[in-house]
């Protein structure tokens, strides 16, 4: 990528997961990896990309569940690689204009921890998401959002 925002993000195939990319920051002291760790992604099928969370123990709330901020800043972060992995739209420079969420069920802390997004619509400046965090079988929430993409796209 051509920016420097750009060529500080990651995705590419993961050498231990075949078929996933890795999707991250090359900065470890930024968010999405002091906090949220190593992400892995698929797209699956044309409008559909799964995002991999392996808990850790600071995910955890004080009752032994993943805690719902973990859960939230993953959704925050898979809809942008859902846009990116499916849609080709750059990372840096898109922002979240809303996000609504319902939590359905507690994250068990011993299972990998998806987001599986749906990119419902794409315009010139928007894009439309919804989805579905799951461990396995097992529904932990719900959301839609809306996100704007970067007024000047930085294209590989």
């Given at each position: ?52 969370l392996t808990p850790r123990e600071h995910h955890v709330n004080s009752a032994g569940r ?66 579905l965090v799951v461990q396995d079988d097992d529904l ?17």
């Amino acid at each position: 990528m051509t920016s420097e925002a750009a060529a500080h993000f990651i995705c590419e195939p993961h050498p231990d997961h075949p078929g996933w990319n890795r999707y991250e920051l090359s900065d470890a002291t930024r968010y999405n990896r002091a906090v949220l760790g190593e992400l892995i992604i698929r797209a699956e099928g044309d409008s559909h990309c799964r995002v991999r969370l392996t808990p850790r123990e600071h995910h955890v709330n004080s009752a032994g569940r993943i805690h719902g901020g973990v859960t939230l800043g993953l959704i925050d972060v898979a809809l942008f690689a859902a846009m990116y992995l499916l849609r080709d739209v750059p990372v840096a420079g898109s922002v979240t204009l809303d996000m609504q969420t319902q939590f359905i069920g507690g994250g068990d802390a011993t299972r990998p921890l998806d987001a599986v997004v749906e990119v419902l619509r794409e315009t010139h400046r928007m894009g439309f998401l919804r989805g579905l965090v799951v461990q396995d079988d097992d529904l932990v929430s719900s959301f839609t959002a809306t996100i704007r993409k970067p007024s000047n796209p930085v294209k590989p």
